[in-house]
């Protein structure tokens, strides 16, 4: 993640594929390149993490568990970037549903989504 960009989006995700597949899914909506986990848009930066409070059966609770989804998605956009990195989220929320993908943004915008 570049030292200059701030996080601005979480996107809580339930999947049983790994994360390399996950990277694949989210490169393939956003033409992005990927180092690893991390990848570069034009937008900003975008991790891919495991979630540390990743829990099987409260995941599956109403109506937080989506905390306790198995990845972590993080935006950060560039400081100038912020209203085309939301439209992103928009986006990646609706791919990942079309992949069957369980998913949930936290983020200060997420009603407007």
Avoid at 5 to 30: F, G, H, P, S
Avoid at 54 to 63: C, H, Q, V
Avoid at 65 to 79: D, K, Q, S, T
């Amino acid at each position: 993640m570049s030292e200059d960009n701030d996080l601005d989006c979480k996107i809580y995700v339930e999947a049983a594929i790994t994360k390399n597949e996950i990277v694949r899914i989210i490169a393939e909506l956003l033409s992005a390149s990927s180092d690893r986990y991390t990848l570069s848009t034009r937008f900003g930066e975008v991790d891919v993490r495991s979630n540390e409070d990743y829990d099987d059966i409260r995941s599956t609770e109403f109506p937080e568990g989506f905390l306790r989804f198995r990845y972590v998605i993080e935006m950060y956009p560039h400081r100038d970037s912020q209203f085309e990195s939301r439209l992103a989220v928009r986006s990646l929320l609706g791919h990942l549903w079309s992949h069957n993908l369980p998913a949930v943004a936290a983020c200060d915008y997420e009603d407007e989504l």
